[in-house]
Each structure stands twice: as structure tokens, then as C-alpha cells.
T-cell receptor, first 113, second 117 residues
Framework: QKEVEQNSGPLSVPEGAIASLNCTYSDRVSQSFFWYRQYSGKSPELIMSIYSNGDKEDGRFTAQLNKASQYVSLLIRDSQPSDSATYLCAVNPGKEYGNKLVFGAGTILRVKS | GAVVSQHPSWVICKSGTSVKIECRSLDFQATTMFWYRQFPKQSLMLMATSNEGSKATYEQGVEKDKFLINHASLTLSTLTVTSAHPEDSSFYIC?????????????FGDGTRLSIL
């Protein structure tokens, strides 16, 4: 059973602060990792992909991957009220799993102005 | 880039009606498309994986005769909910991955909100 674990939250941060979202996964052979943002009533939107250990930055977002610890995180700097959403961590366990994504249940982020 | 179009965005129909939902990748070719269902305040649930030119692979518990999937080209997959009933009311979302490789992310359509009266 391939699992992706996230704290459901809600995680509340003040506007301008750094929001830190965490995710752990069970399948050691997983190679690709994604963060999606889902606003209430909308479909998920890809915000970050990461494939190798270390940090990957894109604007206010930084994804961090540690394969040894089976841990992936997302940092949002200068958080804005518009960042309030559910953030889904997704892991691709590989071709043997049909390239399906295993999603975490999501972390609700609330940015208070 | 990587735009996925889903149509219709909203359907309201009577019980017993069949409803077809289209999913198109507009600017890339997608060997594989995925169909999800999401109930309010719940996680995404994968229903089936759709491969171009072959039969869809359904997840456990999903009735293949109820949810017909066709993937006739590299840019189009359809989901038909046959003889829909109120319990089929949900948010249906498709996604597509590029043919470039297995590590590509899935890009989601905007979803179809289905309400069966």
C-alpha cells in the first residue's frame, strides 16, 4: 500500500509569514514529487515539481526533497491571503504503478490578513 | 503550456440520464489521461486510467459498465456516466500527462460538477 501522509491542518499563518507544508511518503523507489494547490470548489493546480534531492525555488515557492528520509516539503514565503487553499502532495511511484499519482489528503492553509 | 480543457463544467439532469464529459489536452499530446471524482470536503479519488487506443483500467470498486471511458486520440478522452442516479452527483475531474515520459506531472482540467435530480 503506497501512502502519502500530510497534516490536514488547518495551518494558520499571518500575512507575510512563511508557510511550511510537509509530506512523507512510504514508497522508497518513488522518483517524482508534486505539489498542487486546490481552491475550494476548484480542480487542483500544479505549483511545483521536484525530482532530485535538495531545494527547488520558483518565485515565492520552494520545494524541498529528502529521499533518504522520504520527506518532501513546500515553503511559501511572504504568504498572502490568496494563498489560502488546500495543498496536495502527490507522489509518482513509477511506471510499475502505471504512472498514477498517490495523493495525500491535503493540508488546509489559511493566511490571515 | 500544458492546458487541459474539460467540458461541460456543470451538468444538471434527471435520474436515468446518461452524461458525457470530455477532456482535451490542448497544447500537448497525452498518452495517458486520468479520471477522478471528488465529494465535498473529501480527497480526490482516482476512478480510472485511460490510455490512448486501449481499454481503460478501473480502480477497485468503480463499475466499468457505469462509467464508460473512451480515449480515441492523444488529445481526447471521454467519460460517460450511464443511467446516472443522485448518488453519482459529484465533482468529476480529468487530468493528463505528456507522452514525454513517466515522470511528467498530471495537469488537471477545471472539472465537471454533476448534479442528478
Amino acid at each position: 500500500q503506497k501512502e502519502v501522509e500530510q497534516n490536514s491542518g488547518p495551518l494558520s499563518v499571518p500575512e507575510g509569514a512563511i508557510a511550511s507544508l510537509n509530506c512523507t511518503y512510504s514508497d522508497r523507489v518513488s522518483q517524482s514529487f508534486f505539489w498542487y494547490r486546490q481552491y475550494s470548489g476548484k480542480s487542483p493546480e500544479l505549483i511545483m515539481s521536484i525530482y532530485s534531492n535538495g531545494d527547488k525555488e520558483d518565485g515565492r515557492f520552494t520545494a524541498q526533497l529528502n529521499k533518504a528520509s522520504q520527506y518532501v516539503s513546500l515553503l511559501i514565503r511572504d504568504s498572502q491571503p490568496s494563498d489560502s487553499a488546500t495543498y496536495l502532495c502527490a507522489v509518482n511511484p513509477g511506471k510499475e504503478y502505471g504512472n498514477k499519482l498517490v495523493f495525500g489528503a491535503g493540508t488546509i492553509l489559511r493566511v490571515k490578513s | 503550456g500544458a492546458v487541459v480543457s474539460q467540458h461541460p463544467s456543470w451538468v444538471i439532469c434527471k435520474s436515468g440520464t446518461s452524461v458525457k464529459i470530455e477532456c482535451r489536452s490542448l497544447d500537448f499530446q497525452a498518452t495517458t489521461m486520468f479520471w477522478y471524482r471528488q465529494f465535498p470536503k473529501q480527497s480526490l479519488m482516482l476512478m480510472a486510467t485511460s490510455n490512448e487506443g486501449s481499454k481503460a483500467t478501473y480502480e477497485q470498486g468503480v463499475e466499468k459498465d457505469k462509467f464508460l471511458i473512451n480515449h480515441a486520440s492523444l488529445t481526447l478522452s471521454t467519460l460517460t456516466v450511464t443511467s446516472a442516479h443522485p448518488e453519482d452527483s459529484s465533482f468529476y475531474i480529468c487530468s493528463a500527462s505528456s507522452t514525454r515520459g513517466g515522470n511528467q506531472p498530471q495537469h488537471f482540467g477545471d472539472g465537471t460538477r454533476l448534479s442528478i435530480l
